[in-house]
């Protein structure tokens, strides 16, 4: 009897054991599974993050490249322009001044205006021009005499210190005038003149 007992008891502890032992190799199977997909996981992740940085990066030091080379063609533009700015200024502005402070070339330029006022044929309008105080020994006879005889109506003349060249002409009782003064005439020269400088200058 003692002997079945301890028979009993040893096949229940080997059985017991073994089915122990089957339990811990299928739960260290399972966790050694579990580790191998966490790592791989790891892994496919780590592999998707390099490959957006590296995305990231390309597409920053693309931008960056095509910022860089807006910045520096806008950079040689604008010197380009400052220096045809500069050089068209210096050849316009001396000769510009020099023929709207000429009385000559000022009652030459009012008279054909004012003829532009008053055609052949139709209503004389009445004028009024401003020019510059400098101008008023020389202008203002030729204005109230010979011009004023010539188109068949009179001619108010004004004379102002903030006018350093040409002159403002337009109808007496208008409320509009053109300007021919020193500065528009500049625009205007300039304005025909920068596109050839540019050519001369930078083949453009």
């Not at 957006?52 to 390309?58: D, I, N």
Request: hydrophobic fraction near 40%; aromatic fraction near 6%; glycine fraction near 8%.
């Amino acid at each position: 009897m003692q002997n079945k007992l301890q028979e009993l008891t040893d096949r229940l502890y080997n059985e017991g054991l073994s089915k122990g032992k089957q339990e811990g190799e299928a739960i260290l199977d399972e966790a050694r599974s579990r580790a191998g997909k966490i790592v791989e996981d790891a892994r496919s992740e780590a592999a998707k993050i390099l490959a957006e940085a590296q995305r990231q990066a390309a597409e920053l030091q693309s931008k960056t490249d095509a910022d860089l080379k807006m910045a520096a063609a806008q950079s040689i533009a604008a010197v380009k322009q400052e220096i045809g700015n500069l050089l068209v200024n210096r050849i316009v502005d001396k000769d510009i001044k020099d023929a709207l402070t000429a009385p000559e070339f000022v009652r030459q330029v009012i008279k054909t205006v004012a003829e532009a006022f008053n055609p052949d044929g139709a209503e004389p309008v009445p004028l009024s021009v401003i020019l510059p105080e400098t101008l008023r020994k020389e202008v203002e006879p030729f204005l109230k005499k010979e011009l004023a005889k010539t188109l068949g109506t009179g001619i108010e003349a004004g004379f102002s210190k903030k006018i350093s060249g040409g002159f403002t002409i337009g109808p007496k009782d208008g409320g509009w005038f053109i300007s021919f003064t020193d500065e528009t005439f500049r625009e205007l020269v300039t304005g025909y003149l920068r596109p050839a400088t540019k050519k001369i200058l930078f083949g453009e």
